[in-house]
């Protein structure tokens, strides 16, 4: 009997082990997780990442030393991914998801991206063989402290866009590029070379803002206005006829634009109408 309940009692004691073995308790991680992203242009670009703070230590030279391989973050290695090939750091990507290390220095860093998504902090194995490609960037001093190590994507253009990492006082920028004409350009001749409905104002405002074909943007933009007199329509067809040079006729078009903004309590175009007006009449 005395053996069983002492195999009884070893047995509880086992199970309340493996119980508290396995309890764990949620709580707020020293570095938490974070994601950006960014449409830029027609390529969607995203970071993920883990957000170390300054914690009243020294981060740059010292907590993260110049000179050697850094995950850039915390945690797993940062990601960044990208839907399309672009121009990274004025380097040529290929669409996918990369590890992104860098060395710091005081002055500038170089940026790695890395195929190995896994190797995280142990860079005591990091292998160049497995770099994407590797360029430098000059860093800048802040004039304030960012306590929490941030990304951030800026000066958005509609192909372009700057990506900013910025923790301490520092901060570094990298130029992201993507192919955006000859994208749109196949879009607009297959679509106008096929049946149905035609985006006429996509085309003719894709024409006016990238210095094409004047004519032809005008010419769309007529047929978009037998679909009907709509004031946004109309404004870009005085702005054709501005950039054409036809004064007379872009000051003409913005009036009849101006009142159909106002039939619909379109302040916005009605300022907007309103400012190419007076532009016009100066000149």
Do not use: C
């Not at 994507?153 to 990298?174: G, R």
């Not at 206005?225 to 004064?247: C, H, N, P, S, Y």
């Amino acid at each position: 009997m005395k053996r069983v309940i002492t195999s009884l009692s070893a047995w509880i004691l086992m199970a309340l082990m493996a119980v508290s073995v396995q309890a764990q308790i949620d709580m707020p991680a020293p570095s938490p997780a974070a994601k950006v992203e960014q449409t830029v242009g027609l390529t969607d670009v995203s970071v993920m990442y883990s957000r170390p703070g300054v914690k009243g230590r020294t981060v740059f030279g010292d907590l993260v030393p110049f000179d050697k391989v850094w995950r850039t973050g915390a945690n797993s290695s940062t990601q960044i991914t990208f839907s399309d090939d672009v121009k990274f750091g004025g380097k040529d990507v290929k669409a996918g998801t990369y590890a992104l290390y860098s060395i710091p220095t005081a002055s500038e860093w170089t940026f790695m991206l890395y195929s190995d998504l896994k190797l995280g902090g142990n860079v005591a194995k990091y292998e160049e063989a497995n770099e994407v490609v590797r360029f430098t960037v000059p860093s800048k001093k802040l004039p304030m402290s960012v306590e929490s190590m941030m990304f951030m994507f800026d000066d958005l253009t509609d192909n372009s866009a700057t990506l900013t990492l910025a923790w301490e006082s520092t901060m570094v920028t990298i130029d992201i590029e993507t192919e955006v004409d000859s994208r749109v350009m196949k879009q607009i001749e297959s679509t106008m070379a096929g049946p149905g409905y035609y985006p006429y104002f996509q085309a003719a405002t894709y024409y006016y803002n990238t210095d094409r074909d004047l004519d032809k943007a005008l010419e769309w933009i007529n047929m978009s206005l037998e679909q009907g007199d709509r004031f946004w329509v109309m404004t870009m067809k005085a702005r054709i006829l501005g950039k054409k040079g036809d004064t007379a006729d872009a000051i003409a078009t913005a009036k009849k634009a101006k009142a159909l903004a106002e039939e619909a309590s379109n302040a916005d175009y009605v300022k907007i109408n309103s400012d190419l007006i007076a532009e016009w009449e100066g000149m």
